[in-house]
């Protein structure tokens, strides 16, 4: 996790190491944090998945969406989908649910 806050400040993120934020943990609060991080990281905006969720094209459509792999991930056809977005979603689960989040923020940093 401070390997992630020193990436996003050296990439953008306006916060000081020791700041309240920081120290709290509201760092993860911050779409400014996720975003800083991503362009560290060479996160991309993407359009479409392959797997996106798409609408259903029966003429009786209900608006419907089909299954798709990763919930965090599909969208709408022709809708962003963030992958700042993605993953700080993936570590509030964690969160949530008391999950591993260290393993998440190794993971994240060496992939």
Known sequence: ????????IENGWNAKPNSAVVTSG??????????????????????????????NNDSNDTGDM????????????????FYWLYYARQYFDLVLTVGDTEKFWKELLNN
């Open 26 to 55: 509201a760092f993860a609060l911050e779409s400014s944090f996720w975003q800083a991080l991503g362009k560290a990281l060479g996160w991309k905006d993407i359009t479409q998945h392959p797997t996106h969720t798409t609408l």
């Open 66 to 81: 089909e299954e798709c792999d990763d919930p965090y991930v599909c969208c709408l056809a022709g809708k962003t989908t």
């Open 1 to 8: 996790m401070n390997e992630a806050i020193r990436i996003a």
